[in-house]
């Protein structure tokens, strides 16, 4: 589709600030499992434990998730030199 008043370059920043926001959420999800499975090795029964094993299930959930919605963000991701030229326009805003 043609945009009337969005560029290309604002198209190029919205898709590399998604994509962003989704590695920054898949690398959360794979820092809690990460976390939920040293906790599970080492703690006791009790019934914080079984909170933890359900956090865990759902946070595996949540990263499949996230997972797919990055492989299929992936597909519609700009050109490497416009993905780098996104993000300077990016800091340089974030700077401001």
Known sequence: MAY???TQEEQDEIVVEFMKAQERD????????ERFEQMLST?????WKQRIVQLKNETQVRLNEVQSIL????LQMP?????EKA???MKAKEQK
């Open 26 to 33: 898949e690398f959360t999800h794979s820092l809690n499992l």
């Open 71 to 74: 492989r299929a963000t992936t």
């Open 87 to 89: 993000k300077l326009r």
């Open 43 to 47: 703690m006791p029964e009790c019934s």
């Open 79 to 83: 050109p490497a030199d416009r993905i």
């Open 4 to 6: 009337t008043v969005l």
